[in-house]
């Protein structure tokens, strides 16, 4: 066993419910001042009432920043901090998908630390402090809650991210009962993209290790046992329950044996084209694996057994058999399986593979090498 590093988040809870608990939870940090960091959407839909009587019930405030959109951009950061700075916070609580939690990592660490974002861009450029942090992810796909990185879209077709364990949370309240109703294709491209995480981090070529390993695993056992059920039936709180966990521990693996390949390819058809990441990840999933067989023969096979109960053969059949599952699982949900379905035309390749080897920080750890030449065949192959 070669030496290695785990970090993840420093309190987990799961609770059917929890979140009509936050204030408690925020109010066990010693905070009585909190800036609530989620979207327009759920705002509007209420999913925040619950938790906010609570705060009111306990006599602790609650601020709303509600302008998070999908990959954000340093403005809807900047405006965040802003918003946790005229306050007065004392405590940051990230609700939503991965970009409201995003936000609010770096919300609660340029608020209290008043380092400048452009600063701190890279791995463990943070100096900190930040404020008290709880993430209560209402998608089960980012993993947001349990990693240390926030992504940030920098420009058009760009994304740039912060790494340092500063952004892991001081809790993070997993609550299935969030996650009731989402539609059907919001919940298999988030599936997918859990999914893509557990299988890059058991496959990455580098730090990849023993803790990662087994919850990469346990991350696809649940993944895959659920996200049919999910998708059939919104209102299955088990089915929704084992993708919440299922997603974090994706997030925990990869939190600690990067993502590689699939994400860097993803990246640029989400910046350029607006396209949700789960969805961008599940688009361009089965080119990349496909050309990854030949150097990830053996971690595939053993993840086969898993997806792919009784498959029996070689270890080569065994890979080809998660390779065909993986390939037809976005077809059998309903999502988009072509780059044109979401507006990609030919012209638009080489611009894509221009933008995915800017994203060196995710290439290096793919267990192929992938040049430019490969990633326009790739993404010529789901045209």
Not at 214 to 243: F, N, P
């Given at each position: 066993?070669?030496?290695?590093?785990?970090?993840?988040?420093?309190?987990?809870?799961?609770?059917?419910?929890?979140?009509?608990?936050?204030?408690?939870?925020?109010?066990?940090?010693?905070?009585?001042?909190?800036?609530?960091?989620?979207?327009?959407?759920?705002?509007?839909?209420?999913?925040?009432?619950?938790?906010?009587?609570?705060?009111?019930?306990?006599?602790?405030?609650?601020?709303?920043?509600?302008?998070?959109?999908?990959?954000?951009?340093?403005?809807?950061?900047?405006?965040?901090?802003?918003?946790?700075?005229?306050?007065?916070?004392?405590?940051?609580?990230?609700?939503?998908?991965?970009?409201?939690?995003?936000?609010?990592?770096?919300?609660?660490?340029?608020?209290?630390?008043?380092?400048?974002?452009?600063?701190?861009?890279?791995?463990?450029?943070?100096?900190?402090?930040?404020?008290?942090?709880?993430?209560?992810?209402?998608?089960?796909?980012?993993?947001?809650?349990?990693?240390?990185?926030s992504i940030v879209t920098t420009g058009e077709g760009e994304k740039k991210g912060v790494v340092s364990p500063l952004l892991l949370p001081d809790l993070a309240l997993l609550d299935a009962e969030l996650t009731l109703g989402l539609p059907?294709?919001?919940?298999?491209?988030?599936?997918?993209?859990?999914?893509?995480?557990?299988?890059?981090?058991?496959?990455?070529?580098?730090?990849?290790?023993?803790?990662?390993?087994?919850?990469?695993?346990?991350?696809?056992?649940?993944?895959?046992?659920?996200?049919?059920?999910?998708?059939?039936?919104?209102?299955?709180?088990?089915?929704?329950?084992?993708?919440?966990?299922?997603?974090?521990?994706?997030?925990?693996?990869?939190?600690?044996?990067?993502?590689?390949?699939?994400?860097?390819?993803?990246?640029?058809?989400?910046?350029?084209?607006?396209?949700?990441?789960?969805?961008?990840?599940?688009?361009?999933?089965?080119?990349?694996?496909?050309?990854?067989?030949?150097?990830?023969?053996?971690?595939?096979?053993?993840?086969?057994?898993?997806?792919?109960?009784?498959?029996?053969?070689?270890?080569?059949?065994?890979?080809?058999?998660?390779?065909?599952?993986?390939?037809?699982?976005?077809?059998?949900?309903?999502?988009?399986?072509?780059?044109?379905?979401?507006?990609?035309?030919?012209?638009?390749?080489?611009?894509?593979?221009?933008?995915?080897?800017?994203?060196?920080?995710?290439?290096?750890?793919?267990?192929?090498?992938?040049?430019?030449?490969?990633?326009?065949?790739?993404?010529?192959?789901?045209?």
């Amino acid at each position: 066993m070669h030496d290695f590093v785990f970090n993840t988040t420093r309190s987990l809870k799961v609770a059917r419910g929890g979140a009509t608990q936050l204030a408690q939870s925020v109010m066990a940090l010693g905070a009585r001042n909190a800036l609530v960091v989620t979207d327009g959407g759920l705002s509007a839909a209420g999913m925040l009432d619950e938790a906010l009587t609570g705060f009111a019930r306990l006599g602790l405030r609650a601020s709303i920043f509600s302008d998070v959109r999908a990959d954000p951009s340093e403005d809807v950061i900047l405006a965040a901090v802003a918003a946790a700075r005229n306050c007065e916070a004392d405590c940051v609580v990230g609700f939503g998908g991965g970009s409201s939690m995003d936000v609010a990592k770096l919300a609660a660490l340029l608020a209290r630390s008043g380092e400048s974002l452009v600063h701190v861009y890279g791995v463990d450029q943070a100096k900190g402090p930040r404020l008290p942090l709880v993430l209560v992810p209402t998608t089960a796909g980012t993993g947001s809650e349990v990693t240390a990185i926030s992504i940030v879209t920098t420009g058009e077709g760009e994304k740039k991210g912060v790494v340092s364990p500063l952004l892991l949370p001081d809790l993070a309240l997993l609550d299935a009962e969030l996650t009731l109703g989402l539609p059907p294709h919001v919940t298999a491209a988030t599936g997918i993209d859990a999914m893509v995480h557990a299988i890059e981090a058991f496959t990455s070529k580098r730090l990849k290790n023993p803790l990662s390993d087994c919850l990469a695993r346990e991350a696809l056992r649940l993944l895959s046992g659920a996200l049919h059920r999910a998708c059939s039936d919104g209102q299955d709180v088990q089915a929704r329950e084992d993708m919440l966990l299922g997603a974090c521990l994706a997030g925990m693996a990869f939190a600690n044996a990067p993502v590689a390949a699939v994400h860097a390819l993803a990246y640029p058809v989400g910046a350029r084209f607006h396209v949700p990441h789960g969805l961008s990840n599940s688009l361009v999933l089965a080119p990349v694996i496909r050309f990854n067989l030949e150097a990830a023969t053996p971690q595939y096979a053993q993840l086969s057994e898993i997806v792919c109960p009784g498959v029996i053969g070689t270890q080569a059949d065994k890979a080809r058999a998660l390779i065909d599952y993986l390939g037809g699982l976005a077809g059998e949900l309903g999502l988009p399986t072509r780059l044109r379905e979401v507006g990609i035309t030919e012209e638009d390749v080489t611009m894509l593979a221009d933008d995915a080897m800017k994203q060196t920080r995710l290439l290096v750890n793919n267990p192929r090498e992938l040049s430019r030449n490969d990633a326009v065949l790739l993404y010529r192959e789901v045209l």
